[in-house]
């Protein structure tokens, strides 16, 4: 049964370009169709080959940005289902909060907005949007996808209200406007969550793997230590990889659990979606406790993982080729697809912000490649398991 505070797909504030029966056509509600769109789109397609902790890790078991979103969706939806939330809605927003991130992740976003620095910056937030709304364009009828007002609103907001609106961002909105002051819809507050769950946890699974944590390191976090003591109490005799794997899937319940009851007690008295997004607070929220526990979770997995030695020698040798692709580009811009080369605006700043929307689409593997194609090698050691 659907909660007073969910949002409801049959009133959906419509879409950027209005079509006869759009909202009303077939089966699907409109969030439905709009999940279904992400999921046929190439650019979710390229998350297969996008960086999510690793860069173009060689094994197979290693997350990457498509995985990982799948797995956010997972969460999103369990936490959705138990509070009474548009189900479809989250999945959409889950699926689709990672496909503005150019190849090599942060290292690659950090090049570009290196590039960008005199037009306007590079923000893989307000690059999703983008890519949604105008760059990503199968239907004859239209730029984008055609999304419907409550996804984009969800991805333009999902951490909360927007205080500095980036140049990206700000022509979308002009467009269409999304309301970018308020808190999104208790859907994309819980996209966002979920996001934080997943990432935390599964990335603890992949350092493990990988040996760029060790399990005793863990194990100086108090919270984490009481959890695998139960867990030793109950397999004592269980492989140590199992283990392992019931450690990451009971912090995930943890986590989820204390979401949906801390969300519940916030959002007492709401009586509809506009309630949520008037909110002075979010709604969705880990409780104080385990708030604090998380934030001592990320600075222990910034300390130990994403900035370990390895990690940030890879990720400058991945800002390095992202930057000589930029100004590869640039001098010439004939090196591009013939396609995208032959639609480059003319002046600055169209012209660099096109050419950061060519490179923000490759997979890692492709800008490898590009770059070999141009400079006549293949980097070295932009891969680290």
Same mark, same amino acid.
């Given at each position: 049964? /659907?909660?007073?505070?969910?949002?409801?797909?049959?009133?959906?504030?419509?879409?950027?370009?209005?079509?006869?029966?759009?909202?009303?056509?077939?089966?699907?509600?409109?969030?439905?169709?709009?999940?279904?769109?992400?999921?046929?789109?190439?650019?979710?397609?390229?998350?297969?080959? /996008?960086?999510?902790?690793?860069?173009? #890790?060689?094994?197979?078991?290693?997350?990457?940005?498509?995985?990982?979103?799948?797995?956010? &969706?997972?969460?999103?939806?369990?936490?959705?289902?138990?509070?009474?939330?548009?189900?479809?809605?989250?999945?959409?927003?889950?699926?689709?909060?990672?496909?503005?991130?150019?190849?090599?992740?942060?290292?690659?976003?950090?090049?570009?907005?290196?590039?960008?620095?005199?037009?306007?910056?590079?923000?893989?937030?307000? @690059?999703?949007?983008?890519?949604?709304? %105008?760059?990503?364009?199968?239907?004859?009828?239209?730029?984008?996808?055609?999304?419907?007002?409550?996804?984009?609103?969800?991805?333009?907001?999902?951490?909360?209200?927007?205080?500095?609106?980036?140049?990206?961002?700000?022509?979308?909105?002009?467009?269409? #406007?999304?309301?970018?002051?308020?808190?999104?819809?208790?859907?994309? @507050?819980?996209?966002?969550?979920?996001?934080?769950?997943?990432?935390?946890?599964?990335?603890?699974?992949?350092?493990?793997?990988?040996?760029?944590?060790?399990?005793?390191?863990?194990?100086?976090?108090?919270?984490?230590?009481? @959890?695998? %003591?139960?867990?030793?109490?109950?397999? #004592?005799?269980?492989?140590?990889?199992?283990?392992?794997?019931?450690?990451?899937?009971?912090?995930?319940?943890?986590?989820?659990?204390?979401?949906?009851?801390?969300?519940?007690? %916030?959002?007492?008295?709401?009586?509809?979606?506009?309630?949520?997004?008037?909110?002075?607070?979010?709604?969705?929220?880990?409780?104080?406790?385990?708030?604090?526990?998380? %934030?001592?979770? /990320?600075?222990?997995?910034?300390?130990?993982?994403?900035?370990?030695?390895?990690?940030?020698?890879?990720?400058?040798?991945?800002? &390095?080729?992202?930057?000589?692709?930029?100004?590869?580009?640039?001098?010439?811009?004939?090196?591009?697809?013939?396609?995208?080369?032959?639609?480059?605006?003319?002046?600055?700043?169209?012209?660099?912000?096109?050419?950061?929307?060519?490179?923000?689409?490759?997979?890692?593997?492709?800008?490898?490649?590009?770059?070999?194609?141009?400079?006549?090698?293949?980097?070295?050691?932009?891969?680290?398991?």
């Amino acid at each position: 049964m /659907k909660a007073a505070f969910a949002s409801d797909a049959a009133q959906s504030r419509g879409r950027e370009f209005a079509l006869e029966g759009a909202l009303a056509r077939g089966p699907r509600s409109a969030f439905q169709r709009d999940r279904d769109r992400i999921v046929h789109s190439i650019a979710f397609r390229r998350l297969r080959h /996008k960086t999510q902790v690793f860069v173009a #890790p060689d094994g197979d078991h290693y997350r990457v940005r498509l995985t990982h979103s799948l797995e956010v &969706a997972q969460i999103g939806r369990v936490i959705a289902r138990a509070l009474g939330l548009d189900e479809d809605l989250t999945e959409a927003l889950c699926l689709a909060h990672d496909i503005g991130h150019p190849p090599f992740g942060h290292a690659g976003e950090d090049a570009l907005n290196a590039a960008l620095e005199l037009h306007g910056g590079f923000d893989h937030n307000a @690059q999703a949007l983008r890519t949604l709304m %105008r760059i990503e364009s199968p239907y004859c009828e239209h730029d984008g996808l055609n999304l419907t007002w409550e996804v984009l609103e969800g991805l333009a907001k999902h951490n909360g209200p927007v205080g500095t609106v980036n140049w990206a961002l700000a022509e979308l909105d002009a467009a269409y #406007p999304l309301d970018l002051k308020t808190w999104p819809s208790l859907e994309a @507050q819980v996209a966002a969550i979920a996001d934080d769950i997943a990432y935390d946890n599964h990335d603890i699974d992949d350092g493990l793997r990988a040996g760029f944590l060790e399990l005793d390191e863990l194990l100086t976090l108090d919270f984490v230590a009481e @959890q695998w %003591r139960a867990i030793e109490r109950k397999f #004592p005799a269980a492989p140590l990889d199992r283990r392992l794997r019931e450690l990451v899937r009971s912090q995930i319940g943890w986590m989820v659990n204390d979401v949906i009851a801390e969300t519940a007690s %916030r959002a007492t008295g709401m009586a509809s979606a506009d309630d949520v997004r008037a909110a002075s607070q979010a709604t969705c929220a880990f409780s104080e406790g385990l708030a604090g526990h998380e %934030r001592t979770l /990320k600075r222990f997995m910034y300390d130990r993982l994403y900035h370990h030695p390895q990690q940030l020698q890879t990720a400058e040798r991945a800002r &390095a080729v992202t930057a000589e692709l930029f100004a590869a580009y640039a001098q010439d811009p004939a090196l591009m697809e013939a396609g995208w080369a032959s639609r480059l605006p003319a002046s600055e700043p169209q012209r660099s912000r096109y050419i950061t929307d060519y490179i923000a689409g490759m997979t890692d593997r492709f800008a490898i490649a590009a770059h070999a194609a141009i400079y006549g090698r293949t980097p070295e050691g932009l891969r680290n398991v």
